[in-house]
């Protein structure tokens, strides 16, 4: 195997005003959902060492796992919530230690939809809601129907009150817990592109039937989250091509993605050229699909032609030698950003290594989404050994209140 390019010289380590804040690098640590939390949606301990090893010597930006606004967001077991002072106060633990190493962080607003567990939502007493009252899978009506919890349409209350609660996360996190930046959640089939995509939407109402009429949730949202915060605090993450959890995809026979995706980012445009710009967009990438590399003309390259702000990129740009994809598109323009995932959870080091061109380290697939140490604080820096495991039932120590 062809040893991997330095990168030193490349865009990704030049630095760029992002909002309000100077990143020293434009290499992003994508939302990565890794299940640490513990029962009552608390950060742990765990969870401070993860990022803090993460954000030493790097100077970029860091993005947290998806976190739910409420409880009414939806809920799976051991994820983040900042929603109560405890869950606030942890979270705040975690920002002070990234900020404490010189780099800056965005919380990632989450709203699961029909993609919630509709037996954990019963245990807490939530009902399963989406767009439609209409299941992704068989296995998803299966679960809901044996938990007596079947799935129904949100009504226009129930439709305010998810901008109400984006809200109020965005002000936890940034007015309280002190992240730079709040990231929506507006990809991969959860509430919000469920209300964008004409496969989950049949809607009759204001929010359903034309694009403008599906897209429109998520730009309340956005300019609920302008008005609490500020524009450059506020990112958003949007997957055009996404096919997980029942998207239309770029196969799809109801419309394209480019078609239904590009009056989102006009209106997002829109709103920076009448002097409310966006942070960021993150665009994710239709490169990987079950491992396969996609066609060239699945690329989100056409979203620049609509979006002029910073864009940041993600799908797939450490898995193929030499790092092309990556190189050609943040040196193509002077604002584009380079997120990962995977190899930032083997590689605490990982802008050392791509600055200098050393070996990565592979990701464990398998201990993604278990529980304690185990795959998730054990990869050492370039060099050193594996940690300490913990075994992978190593509980889960919540943050105590400052």
């Not at 942890?90 to 920002?95: E, T």
């Not at 699961?112 to 299941?135: D, F, M």
């Not at 060239?296 to 994809?325: C, F, M």
């Amino acid at each position: 195997m062809t040893p991997p390019p330095a990168l030193k010289d490349t865009n990704l380590f030049k630095p760029i005003k992002v909002g309000s804040i100077e990143l020293q690098n434009r290499l992003v640590f994508a939302p990565t959902t890794r299940f640490r939390n513990t029962n009552e949606f608390v950060a742990t301990n765990l969870m401070k060492k993860h990022y803090e090893d993460r954000a030493e010597n790097n100077g970029g930006l860091l993005i947290t796992e998806a976190t739910f606004v409420s409880p009414q967001a939806g809920l799976y077991p051991n994820c983040p919530m900042i929603h109560t002072d405890e869950q606030i106060q942890a979270w705040k633990q975690i920002v002070d230690a990234v900020h404490a190493k010189g780099t800056s962080f965005a919380m990632q607003l989450w709203h699961l939809g029909r993609a919630a567990n509709a037996k954990t939502l019963k245990e807490h007493g939530v009902p399963y809601l989406a767009p439609s009252a209409e299941y992704y899978d068989e296995d998803t009506k299966k679960v809901a129907v044996e938990a007596g919890n079947e799935l129904r349409a949100f009504t226009l209350e129930e439709v305010k009150q998810i901008i109400e609660d984006f809200k109020q996360g965005a002000i936890n996190a940034v007015k309280v817990a002190g992240f730079d930046f709040v990231e929506i959640h507006a990809a991969h089939m959860y509430t919000l592109s469920q209300f964008i995509d004409i496969a989950s939407n049949h809607r009759t109402d204001e929010y359903g039937g034309s694009i403008e009429n599906r897209t429109k949730l998520t730009l309340e949202v956005v300019d609920a989250l302008i008005d609490a915060v500020g524009a450059e605090k506020v990112g958003i993450r949007i997957s055009p091509y996404a096919e997980f959890q029942g998207g239309s995809g770029a196969n799809s026979r109801l419309m394209h993605p480019i078609a239904q995706y590009a009056y989102l980012y006009s209106e997002l445009e829109r709103r920076g050229r009448e002097g409310k710009r966006l942070a960021y967009v993150h665009s994710v990438e239709a490169r990987m699909a079950l491992g396969d590399v996609l066609a060239p003309e699945y690329s989100v390259d056409w979203v620049k032609q609509i979006w002029k702000g910073v864009l940041i990129r993600a799908g797939g740009y450490l898995h193929l030698d030499g790092y092309t994809n990556l190189i050609n598109d943040v040196n193509d323009d002077d604002r584009t950003l380079i997120a990962v995932s995977r190899y930032y959870t083997s590689n605490p080091d990982l802008v050392y290594r791509l600055k200098e061109g050393l070996e990565l380290t592979k990701y464990d697939r398998n201990t993604l989404y278990g529980g304690g140490n185990y795959g998730y604080n054990t990869f050492g820096k370039f060099g050193e050994d594996a940690k300490a495991q913990d075994s992978v039932e190593a509980k889960l120590q919540a943050l105590a209140l400052a």
